[in-house]
């Protein structure tokens, strides 16, 4: 352990300095490719290798000098089409883009773990596979690498997620469902259009459209038990072109969030049959399509014992904070549906909350404190996997 400390210790300007670079330096999902570039030539420095996935994402492996399982790293690279509002020395200097999520902090704490890992890499008993993943904000990223065989052979997987609402020094590792699964609804209802003074000439899809809106928090509230977490937003409703003319249709886009897939499943086909039946009721006709995104985020429980154990190490059982699982969505999902694994919040808030913004807020920040914590978890995680402690 003290050899490990020392390692990490050495580590840790050079994370907050390559932190900041990728702050600098943001890039959209589908666009890491300075980002990408970046992480392949600190990679060659230490001489671990890499292979190109999913476009602009990596792989890197560190082959440990003993005999051993495989445990895989992952960490996500994208920023956000943000303008950031922070006065920093490494405020990012593209106008609309911003890391205002964390992934630049995940990067860089993956990066600091590798040289780590590198440096122990002959008492390592297996193999710890490195994953440096694009487009997370768009929630289409883990698939391609995964489909691109990023998971060969690997047997559990940690993420980690730089959390603003913890203050930096404390984690929050629970099994069970930790975020959302995220879906897409789109409804259109179909009535008769005609002259504003005269509706009983029409079907006012208006008038069906913001029925249905009103009426599908009851699709919630009267279908789910009371102990159930779902949330159906709908974002954008657009119909009409004049103030005194009946449009002939209704334009609806919203989400649904959910924690399981029968649940998933269960108020998809009840928001169905609101619609159908809403117009049906006003003689309009509805079309409905729901399209699956990122499944929710559910932690594997004996991982998530190894990885409250190491936490509990790092920063103590005391700051080893119980939250709610958040309606977000994250595309670690995608990894978790496929092997064991854990998605771990790390505190990055400050002591002053003031100073802590939320997630895609055009002022958010970290305290770089929490860096040390996230590079120690990824390294530590590893290291128990493989040592089975």
């Given amino acids: 352990m003290m050899a490990v400390n020392k390692v990490l210790e050495d580590q840790i300007e050079y994370v907050i300095n390559m932190r900041r670079e990728f702050h600098k330096n943001p890039e959209v999902s589908w666009q890491e490719y300075h980002t990408s570039k970046r992480i392949k030539e600190e990679l060659d420095k230490v001489g671990i290798p890499w292979r190109s996935c999913a476009e602009t994402g990596i792989v890197a492996t560190i082959v440990g000098g003993l005999p051993g399982g495989v445990v895989a790293l992952r960490a996500d690279m994208d920023a956000l089409p943000v303008n950031e509002q922070n006065e920093v020395i490494y405020k990012s200097v593209k106008q609309g883009v911003m890391h205002a999520c964390g992934h630049d902090g995940h990067s860089a704490m993956l990066l600091g773990a590798a040289k780590a890992l590198e440096a122990l890499k002959a008492e390592i008993p297996g193999t710890v596979k490195l994953l440096f993943q694009p487009a997370e904000e768009m929630v289409e990223g883990a698939k391609r690498m995964i489909a691109e065989n990023a998971l060969e052979q690997v047997e559990v997987i940690l993420g980690i997620h730089l959390w603003n609402d913890l203050e930096t020094g404390k984690m929050n590792i629970q099994s069970g469902p930790r975020m959302a699964s995220g879906d897409y609804v789109i409804i259109d209802f179909k009535g008769k259009g005609g002259h504003g003074s005269m509706p009983d000439q029409t079907v006012d899809p208006i008038v069906v459209a913001s029925a249905f809106v009103m009426n599908s928090q009851t699709i919630l509230s009267r279908e789910k038990s009371p102990m159930e977490s779902a949330v159906f937003t709908v974002g954008e409703l657009k119909s009409g072109t004049r103030f005194n003319i009946i449009s002939e249709s209704a334009h609806l886009e919203g989400t649904l969030r959910c924690y399981g897939e029968e649940a998933r499943d269960r ?48 920063v103590g059982s005391e700051n080893m904070i119980s939250q709610e699982k958040t309606t977000g969505s994250e595309d670690m999902a995608y990894y978790l549906q496929k092997i064991p694994g854990v998605m771990a919040f790390v505190g990055s808030g400050h002591k002053d909350k003031t100073l802590s913004f939320p997630h895609h807020h055009p002022k958010f920040d970290i305290n770089e404190e929490s860096l040390k914590y996230g590079t120690a978890l990824y390294v530590q995680f590893a290291l128990n996997y493989l040592n089975k402690i």
């Avoid at 049959?273 to 559910?298: D, L």
């Fill in 267 to 314: 108020f998809a086909d009840a928001i169905k049959r609101h619609a159908y039946e809403t117009a049906k009721a006003f003689r309009a006709e509805a079309t409905v399509t729901i399209h699956k995104g990122t499944p929710a985020t559910i932690n594997e429980p004996k991982i998530t014992q190894l990885a409250v154990k190491v936490a509990e190490r790092i």
